[in-house]
């Protein structure tokens, strides 16, 4: 099984990471760790995360929370890959737009 990152994942990675490192001088990289760690554990089991079932999707969506830095991971899985779609604040009031 393969995993991807859609652009925005990128994005949303690199937004959180750059803004960890500027804020948090004592775990620079706990973000990082976090993610990276999330990533290993979402590609190695895929149903390790909680159906998120908010708004009208067409697809099932999936979400695994990193609890030191407070932010959500949300993916799809399908037979040939696990696509991560968003990284997301999980103090937000409200979730990504997927």
Do not use: C
Not at 31 to 41: N, V, W
């Amino acid at each position: 099984m393969t995993l991807r990152l859609t652009p925005r994942a990128l994005a949303d990675a690199k937004r959180i990471k750059t803004w960890w490192r500027r804020n948090r001088s004592g775990a620079p990289d706990l973000f990082e760790q976090e993610f990276a760690a999330a990533l290993d554990r979402i590609a190695q089991l895929p149903a390790a995360g909680k159906l998120y079932e908010e708004g009208d999707l067409d697809v099932s969506v999936r979400r695994v929370l990193l609890p030191k830095t407070l932010n959500h991971v949300y993916y799809t899985v399908s037979e040939q890959d696990v696509v991560v779609l968003s990284v997301w604040g999980a103090l937000h009031e409200r979730g990504p737009k997927l």
